[in-house]
């Protein structure tokens, strides 16, 4: 299984859904990563993604985008290839 990151902030209910969704995937670790702890984590998701809106989610080294593009790539039967490390 490939490494999942997430930037995540306080309070944020589409974070919880994707740390939910992602766990009903088998899913069992998620290096969270605070936004609201650390000013540079977020200067350095907004750099990295271009968002700034949380939560922020990578597959390995693929910035998926947030918990609508999670489960759009699930609804398109691509998410379970790309957890496994298999993109083309």
Known sequence: MQPVTMYT???CPYC?????????????EIKEIRVDH???DYAEMQQ????RSVPQI????IHVGGFTDLYAL???GDLK????????
Do not use: D, V
């Open 38 to 40: 650390n000013p540079a």
């Open 74 to 76: 699930h609804q398109r």
């Open 81 to 88: 290839n790309l957890l496994e490390g298999e993109t083309e």
């Open 16 to 28: 919880t859904m994707a740390k939910k969704f992602l766990k009903s995937q088998g899913i069992s």
């Open 9 to 11: 902030g306080p309070y």
């Open 58 to 61: 990578f597959i390995g080294s």
């Open 48 to 51: 990295i993604t271009g968002q």
